[in-house]
């Protein structure tokens, strides 16, 4: 059956430090791999991942997926106290033809002044 | 681009009662998909639009669970003979066509059962 898996679930860490969250998956046909924000009301967009070793980048944030290792990872340079959320990884598949996302547990980020 | 709006924002009502929920896409999105997220947990997928067509229903979509998309544009979410397990937050999305292309969700609507 197809996963994705988030850790850590949950991270505390102090404003200025460097954060790195997980995300593997197991996905038959994979597609795609999403990474969205989300505080207390909707997720928000931040990257889409189809291709290996390709890194995206915006500000702060960055992500990369590796194919072969079935692994995508997010990294926040220089947290601050409004990147505190919780950080979800979502998966689209061939397998369907309606671009639906299934989504991991997310990973709570808590970010101290 | 006015985003995804979901009406109410909060619902609270009493164990058996039926309520319904609204969502209005973005304009020029065909795509449209129900979700349901409960504490601590990722959003789940209920069910998908495109246009007025309902293509997929999760099994997490029991018989009290019914939506509606008529001429394609806002959607419509009911539950009947609610029970206290159905409180969660039901988020709305919608896309534009092609793959691969990222949900945009709305605030989502927040059900307490009581």
């Known amino acids: 059956e197809d996963k994705v898996v988030q850790s850590p679930l949950s991270l505390v860490v102090h404003e200025g430090d460097t954060v790195t969250l997980n995300c593997s998956y197991e996905v038959t046909n994979f597609r795609s791999l999403l990474w969205y924000k989300q505080e207390k009301k909707a997720p928000t967009f931040l990257f889409m991942l189809?291709?290996?070793?390709i890194e995206k980048k915006s500000g702060r944030l960055s992500s990369i997926l590796d194919k072969k290792e079935l692994f995508s990872i997010l990294n926040i340079t220089a947290t601050q106290t409004g990147d505190s959320a919780i950080y979800l990884c979502a998966y689209s598949s061939y397998r369907s033809n309606t671009g639906k996302l299934i989504f991991g547990q997310g990973t709570t980020l808590q970010v101290k002044p | 681009d006015t985003g995804v709006s979901q009406n109410p924002r909060h619902k609270i009502t009493k164990r058996g009662q039926n309520v319904t929920f609204r969502c209005d896409p973005i304009?020029?999105?065909?795509?449209l998909y129900w979700y349901r997220q409960t504490l601590g947990q990722g959003p789940e997928f209920l069910t998908y639009?495109?246009?007025?067509?309902?293509?997929?229903k999760s099994r997490l979509l029991s018989d009290r669970f019914s939506a509606e998309r008529p001429k394609g544009s806002f959607s419509t979410l009911e539950i009947q003979r609610t029970e206290q397990g159905d409180s969660a937050m039901y988020l709305c999305a919608s896309s534009a066509g092609g793959d691969p292309r990222p949900l945009h969700f709305g605030n989502g609507t927040r059900l307490t059962v009581t």
């Open positions: 639009f495109q246009n007025e067509a309902q293509l997929e």
């Open positions: 189809t291709s290996s070793g």
């Open positions: 304009s020029e999105h065909n795509r």
